[in-house]
């Protein structure tokens, strides 16, 4: 008698509004819900493919966030209620090698209402190059974490059609690329092993300190928090001459978000700048660049409840060299714009927008060794 391996079986189950397994397991089923628009990429490109023994659906990007979508009512005949859910749970594995920092998880409606909940799921930057399982209490989420519509006021959490993995990318110079498989909506706690899904807090002494983008294992963690948005951002190694790596922000218009990093994801708390003395940072504006007459500094409070700003900030810009400035915090125009609490004693981010001349179609700057003292 001859033994024959068993072929897996894909699993496309939803009998009801809080229950759904969606496990790829073949090329064909991958392609049937392809064809059928029962899975769709938004800014991204999606493949079946094998990692480390496992099928797996491949996700990749060249943006900053991207929406691999799962038309569940397509999928199953009915729209999900998941502010009754309790369970949602997936395998994951994000190659060492990805800037993938976190994954979040979007909810839509028919009528294209979006939402999504509670904190991104960022542990695995600690298990990269592996397969690992989250799973999300979606009760506890709700609570303890809040959720919020993205467009438009409908909460469309009761009536989910559609059900995407939104992965963010840190560094735009590469690819995002994740791969996910065997999700899950149960009301029942899935009898699995899962890791933790939030990698620990930071902790750094703060009161002194320079981003200069050179520790990867660190910046990678900052990465995993959002700690600055990577919209218009690459990481780039030896810039025009400049030993190591600097971000690079490229753009057009009449405003440019040089540089927005989120100080409490760097080092793990506000900082108090009562105590700072100068700011500093160095600087390229490529030859080819519009001109930059001027610039604004945003310096504010957490979730931005109140800002200071600097609407004369520095200008004009330099081009075609490495340039390094540093301002005198007195010296700075700030004036509060936002909200009536102190700023100084505790900021949470700040945030430089280039302000380019009306006639630049191209501005391209490159940014390093940001800090204070």
């Known amino acids: 008698m001859t033994c024959q391996e068993s072929t897996p079986v894909s699993t496309l189950q939803g ?4 229950n759904f397994q969606i496990d790829i397991q073949d090329q064909a089923t991958f392609d049937q819900l392809v064809k059928d628009g029962h899975f769709r990429c938004q800014d991204c490109s999606a493949r079946f493919v094998e990692v480390e023994g496992l099928p797996a659906m491949e996700i990749t990007s060249q943006l900053q966030f991207c929406d691999a979508y799962f038309d569940l009512e397509g999928l199953f005949g009915h729209t999900y209620d998941l502010s009754q ?15 993938i920092g976190t994954v979040n998880h979007n909810y839509q409606d028919a009528d294209g209402y979006t939402a999504g909940c ?18 999300i209490d979606l009760q506890a989420q709700q609570r303890d974490e ?17 059900f995407s993995i939104n992965p963010y990318n840190g560094n735009l110079t590469v690819p995002s690329v994740l791969f996910v498989n065997d999700i899950r909506l149960s009301d029942q706690h899935p009898n699995l092993d899962f890791t933790p899904r939030f990698m620990p807090d930071l902790n750094l002494p703060n009161q002194t300190y320079l981003i200069d983008f050179e520790d990867e294992a660190h910046l990678r963690r900052v990465v995993a928090n959002r700690g600055y948005e990577a919209k218009n ?3 780039i190694n030896d810039a025009y001459g400049k030993a190591g790596r600097s971000i690079v922000s490229t753009g057009t218009g009449t405003s440019l978000n040089f540089f927005l990093p989120k100080i409490q994801y760097f080092t793990g708390q506000p900082v108090d700048f009562t105590q700072v003395d100068s700011i500093y940072f160095s ?12 610039s604004q500094l ?9 800002i200071l700003m600097d ?35 505790q900021v949470y981010e700040m945030r430089v927008d280039l302000k380019p001349d009306t006639t630049a179609t191209k501005v391209e700057m490159y940014f390093d060794d940001f800090g204070w003292r």
């Open 15 to 18: 009998a009801d509004a809080t």
């Open 85 to 99: 859910a309790r369970y949602l749970s997936y395998a994951l594995y994000v190659p060492a090698s990805s800037w």
């Open 118 to 135: 509670g904190r991104p799921t960022n542990s695995f930057i600690d298990y990269k190059g592996q397969w690992v399982r989250y799973l």
């Open 146 to 162: 809040g959720c919020e519509t993205w467009n438009g006021e409908v909460d469309p959490l009761d009536a989910v059609q559609s």
């Open 233 to 235: 951002h690459r990481l």
């Open 283 to 294: 600087y390229y504006l490529t030859e080819d660049s519009g001109d930059v007459p001027s």
């Open 298 to 306: 945003f310096v504010v409070s957490e979730e931005w409840a109140d």
């Open 311 to 345: 609407t004369s900030f520095y200008g004009p810009f330099e081009k075609g060299s490495w340039q390094r400035l540093s301002f005198a915090l007195d010296d700075l125009g700030l004036f509060q714009v936002r909200g009536e609490e102190l700023v100084l004693p």
